[in-house]
């Protein structure tokens, strides 16, 4: 319950309009809820709902902020695209800037690395031939007493170390020289050795010094230098290759060039790169603030002027400065204004014309049909010392100036409508009193016809604002109708009141419409039945003149039958006069139609049966009934006329006569049945919401 | 006050046909009808026939209807009705404002005409010694005068039968549908703004602030009633 009144609050389901109400809930609950809600919930688990509605809530002053701003919307988009255009650039150019340096010092670590390599291969070979002829001749980079492993050992040792000292020395701190054993061989002097305090055993990458031991080339990595004292490690490229000692066994000598100065350079480039990138980018939002403004400020602009040319304004124009786009927007803008109040003006002048031309009629018509009228009074009082056939004609002619009169009545009436001359006087109003005066006004024809009037849901007030002369010329006009083709049947008037709405409906149980004609009859001087027309006076336009006073009070007309079912018109004012309406209390098709009561007998409460479709542009409009999924009686053709009576304040819906079995006798039609006897008595407790017919319907 | 309570009206209008018809229903109903056609020459006629009621239509040569209407009502109090072909707003309450106290739409039935003359005509009959207050006020029914602190406030018949009819019964509100049988004589609802432009106009004239009544008070939603003695 609370799900579909929280749905049916004003706001709600006027967000979205067009949503059929489908009501999967069977009739039963579907009783339930009708008790005084308005119509047109919408549909989907509470639940779900309100938890979408929840997460979304803090969002949704941004979201309708973006919506809603062109001009942000831009400079946002303006900003993420150019911070993107900025940052591939920079990549790019990083990219570029730190290939270009480490070609650079790749080619001169190559040529570097080469020499040294030549360099320790040529000392290497120096002092083994200087070993193998026994001279001592080895200038000092290796001991000539080489005679046992051991002392050879100590020579080789001492000439690594020299090794590695001299050809570090060579690079002044540009690089530092790293020894290593080949595999596990770390004995005769070939223990790891590194120059500079360089760690030398975690400064070279193992794949590296996999490549070196494979093969007899140098091979190169990057790696990070790793220093035995506290000095940070540094990124470097590191080139090594297998080299023979002088004992011609082979060691790994590497060397180490720390890439210290090219990472400044590009670092230092990456710092420019990203104030440059950042720069640009706040100077992109910038100019696409600036440039959008200039666009957007004449829009705006634009959209004022006309909301307030719409609010009635006429005499407001854009300022044109220029000769561009926007100065032409203005002019064209202007210029539209100019025609259009131009046009309304005529439009002005020609309604003023119609309402002077209408009461200039009215009493030029007028006041010679007062004297004919009088003088035919005068002739009908008499009409006693006539003769038969004056005196019949006496008679005639009264009744037809009656007839002639309100014709004339209904149609000034109409045409004040037409000229828009009509004017809403609203105050405050309990319907009640309406339907009281109304209903003991058509008390009398109602016992003619031997009609009992029944009046349900007045125990609470129903205080609208509106037109108490307007509203009551509506109630009394459906409740004459109601009576008058009502076939001798009770006449129910329903009144009720919930959300923003109130509303009054008249329901009979006479002939009823067929489908289609609950569209026309509001249409002017529509008959029902041509062949009966004549007989039940009217003058053709009461509905139509209902049906506008309705339009002016922003409230709908609109009407429902079954042939033979009887029909419902139903009123609905929106409670306050400027609140337009967004359901009305009184669900249009009555409960007890024959369609209803159908289903209800099926015993199918979930039958799935759209009972209405929301109304789709706040206001009426045809609604056409869905087809129920597995409808228990035979298939009917839905007809509807949405060409009638477009839009405004009518819908009207139509009950498509049943086909098959479950047509009843049209010539005698159904009493309702009567399954809760008294229930539906008025003073009952729960009178205003009589599901259904009770004895009180019965044939009286 | 009159010769028996039939009386003579002032028909004020330029159609001669119908003129002549409501002469002829006056006639048949026992009233003295004088007839003038022309706005200018109906203050003249209302000065020499001091007619006990005077019918009005609207639209005039000359003066127009409700020119007419207000200078009658500047110097006397006789009830106008109003005979109009136009039911609109602005017509209808503008001539009331201009202090016709009654109206009636053409095409109207004979019948209906002099119900309503009846009913303006009828408070002649002589009341009964009656002191009333409201408010402020005190109201010597019989003498037809209602007076503050010794001052006479000068009332026209029917604004004077709208203020006895509240001061009457203090303790009820009236609708406008009750006031308009009471003191317009309708039997069926009518017009409610007959009330409200009235109760304006006696408002005007009775109240110390007609923004703020004391004397007439409006029950909002429902009606009248008389403001605390």
Redesign the interface.
């Known amino acids: 319950m609370s799900g579909d009144s929280a749905a049916s609050a004003p706001g709600r389901s006027g967000a979205r309009p067009g949503r059929p109400v489908g009501r999967t809930a069977g009739a039963r609950l579907r009783n339930l809820f009708e008790g005084g809600l308005l119509e047109g919930g919408v549909q989907g688990s509470p639940v779900i709902r309100l938890f979408l509605r929840w997460v979304r809530r803090p969002l949704l002053p941004v979201m309708r902020l973006w919506r809603r701003n062109i001009q942000l919307r831009v400079v946002a988009t303006t900003l993420v695209m150019s911070l993107g255009v900025v940052l591939l650039l920079g990549f790019v150019v990083i990219g570029q800037v730190r290939n270009g340096l480490l070609d650079a010092k790749v080619k001169a670590s190559q040529s570097q690395a080469t020499g040294g390599f030549a360099v320790a291969k040529q000392k290497a070979d120096e002092a083994a031939s200087g070993a193998g002829t026994g001279a001592a001749a080895g200038a000092g980079t290796a001991d000539g007493t080489a005679t046992v492993d051991g002392r050879q050992s100590q020579n080789v040792i001492q000439w690594m170390s020299d090794l590695v000292e001299s050809l570090s020395s060579g690079g002044a701190g540009a690089f530092d020289v790293v020894t290593l054993p080949v595999g596990d061989d770390s004995g005769g002097g070939r223990s790891p050795r590194g120059s500079g305090n360089v760690n030398p055993t975690s400064s070279v990458p193992a794949d590296l010094r996999e490549r070196v031991n494979n093969g007899m080339t140098a091979a190169q990595s990057y790696t990070q230098i790793v220093y035995s004292n506290d000095k940070d490690p540094q990124p470097a490229l590191v080139i090594g290759k297998q080299v023979n000692d002088p004992n011609g066994r082979p060691y790994e000598l590497y060397y180490l060039f720390p890439l210290t100065q090219e990472e400044k350079s590009l670092s230092l480039v990456k710092g420019t790169l990203a104030t440059a990138g950042l720069f640009v980018v706040v100077l992109l939002g910038a100019i696409a603030w600036l440039v959008v403004r200039q666009v957007v400020t004449p829009v705006r602009m634009a959209a004022g002027i006309a909301e307030r040319l719409s609010a009635g304004r006429l005499q407001e124009r854009m300022k044109v400065t220029g000769e561009d786009d926007i100065a032409r927007l203005g002019e064209a803008f202007n210029k539209m204004a100019q025609n259009l109040q131009v046009k309304i003006q005529q439009l002005e002048d020609l309604s003023r014309m119609q309402r002077r031309f209408v009461s200039d009629v009215s009493h030029e018509l007028r006041t010679p049909l007062t004297t004919v009228r009088m003088a035919a009074d005068v002739i009908h009082e008499a009409r006693e010392d006539f003769d038969p056939v004056t005196a019949r004609s006496a008679e005639l002619l009264a009744d037809q100036l009656d007839r002639f009169e309100s014709l004339l009545a209904d149609l000034l009436e109409i045409s004040r409508f037409d000229a828009g001359a009509a004017a809403l006087e609203a105050e405050p109003i309990d319907l009640r009193e309406v339907v009281r005066r109304v209903v003991s006004g058509a008390e009398p024809l109602a016992e003619r016809k031997g009609t009992h009037l029944r009046v349900i849901g007045d125990q609470q007030p129903v205080v609208a604002e509106a037109d108490a002369r307007r509203v009551e010329r509506v109630l009394r006009n459906l409740v004459v109708n109601a009576v008058e083709h009502g076939e001798g049947r009770d006449v129910v008037v329903k009144l009720a009141a919930a959300g923003g709405a109130v509303a009054v409906a008249v329901r009979d149980y006479g002939v009823g419409l067929k489908p289609g004609e609950a569209t026309r009859v509001f249409s002017r001087f529509w008959r029902a039945d041509p062949a009966r027309a004549r007989t039940t006076g009217g003058t053709g336009l009461g509905l139509s003149i209902a049906l506008e006073d309705a339009r002016l009070h922003g409230g709908w007309l609109q009407a429902w039958g079954e042939p033979g079912g009887g029909s419902q018109f139903r009123l609905t004012l929106p409670r306050t006069a400027d609140e337009p309406l967004r359901g009305s209390p009184i669900p249009l098709e009555p409960k007890d139609s024959r369609r209803n009561r159908g289903l209800d007998e099926a015993g199918l409460p979930g039958g799935g049966e759209e009972k209405r479709a929301t109304v789709p542009v706040q206001q009426g409009g045809v609604q056409a009934p869905a087809l129920p999924p597995r409808a228990p009686i035979a298939p009917r053709s839905v007809t509807a006329d949405p060409a009638a009576l477009p839009g405004n304040g009518n819908g009207a819906r139509v009950v498509p006569r049943p086909t098959g079995g479950t047509q009843r006798t049209d010539d005698k039609p159904v009493t309702p049945p009567a399954p809760e006897a008294g229930a539906t008595r008025p003073d009952a407790a729960q009178a205003e919401d009589s599901t259904e017919p009770g004895e009180a319907f019965r044939g009286r | 006050m009159m010769s028996f309570m039939k009386g003579r009206v002032l028909v004020v209008d330029d159609?001669t046909?119908?003129a002549e018809?409501?002469g002829?229903?006056l006639r048949?109903e026992g009233f003295e009808p004088s007839f003038v056609a022309d706005g200018d020459k109906a203050l003249a006629a209302f000065r020499e026939t001091k007619p006990d009621l005077v019918l009005l239509d609207l639209?005039l040569p000359g003066r127009d209807g409700i020119e007419v209407c207000r200078l009658i009502r500047a110097e006397s109090g006789v009830p106008i009705v109003m005979?109009t072909?136009?039911s609109?707003?602005v017509d209808v309450v503008v001539g009331l404002e201009s202090g016709a106290d009654d109206y009636i739409v053409?095409?109207?039935?004979?019948?209906e005409l002099v119900a309503r003359i009846r009913a303006r005509l009828r408070r002649s009959e002589e009341p009964a010694p009656e002191q009333l207050t409201i408010g402020d006020l005190v109201i010597d029914v019989a003498g037809h005068s209602v007076k503050r602190d010794g001052q006479s406030i000068a009332l026209t018949p029917l604004e004077f039968d709208l203020l006895v009819a509240l001061a009457r019964k203090p303790w009820q509100v009236f609708t406008r549908?009750v006031l308009l049988e009471q003191v317009w004589g309708y039997r069926?609802?009518a017009?409610?703004?007959l009330v409200n432009v009235h109760v304006q106009r006696l408002r005007s004239k009775v109240e110390k602030d007609p923004e703020r009544p004391e004397i007439v008070v409006t029950v909002?939603?429902v009606g009248y009633k008389a403001g605390p003695s």
């Open positions: 159609d046909a119908l018809m409501l002829i229903v048949g639209m005979l072909a136009k609109d707003t053409k095409p109207f039935k004979p019948k549908e069926h609802a017009d409610t703004r909002r939603g």
